[in-house]
């Protein structure tokens, strides 16, 4: 399915370029319009170069792409991985970091009163003591998952 919408787009574009290209040289005569090669015509082909680029999203290393399609509903199912992919002139591909990430912070908290029960009589044993403690978290993204991540 998405080799043909992608083929449609290119033929699409071909397409178009050589309307353009006709379009653009043709004359009018005084007995009608007359085909002939003008330096505009070929605004077509630079029409054609600025839009092939959008067939095209590179992933570079460490990174993962992620799908939005406006006609598919939105974020795809799939993740890109690194190298040079075809879409749709439609399609966005958002880039997401898969190098490993650290998190820190610290978490600080007062125990509270223990009470301890021995033989009927309630007694206590501690309490008001303060601790602190830094808690490092290391993640990063898979690839296979990060259309949920995103």
């Known amino acids: 399915m998405k080799g043909g ?3 449609f787009s290119v ?3 071909i397409l178009v370029t050589a309307a353009l290209f006709v379009a653009l040289s043709m004359v009018k005569t005084g007995g009608g319009m007359r085909f002939r090669l003008r ?8 029409a054609l170069l600025t839009i092939i ?13 992620i799908v939005y399609d406006p006609f598919k509903g939105g ?6 991985g690194e ?20 998190d820190s912070f610290e978490v600080s908290a007062q125990t509270g009163k223990i009470i301890k029960v021995v033989d009927g009589v309630t007694e206590e044993t501690g309490g008001g003591q303060w ?4 808690v490092t978290i290391q993640y990063r993204v898979e690839v296979s998952n990060a259309q949920t991540f995103f």
């Not at 974020?75 to 890109?80: C, F, Y």
């Not at 749709?88 to 997401?96: C, D, N, R, S, W």
Request: hydrophobic share 50%.
């Open 5 to 7: 919408i992608i083929m």
């Open 11 to 13: 033929i699409s574009a």
């Open 39 to 46: 330096k505009r015509s070929f605004l077509a082909f630079f």
């Open 53 to 65: 680029p959008s067939f095209f999203a590179q992933v570079s290393a460490n990174e993962v792409g």
């Open 75 to 80: 974020i795809q199912d799939i993740a890109l």
């Open 83 to 102: 190298g040079l992919h075809v879409v749709t002139p439609f399609q966005k591909v958002y880039m997401i970091s898969t190098k490993l990430r650290e």
């Open 131 to 134: 601790a602190t403690y830094t």
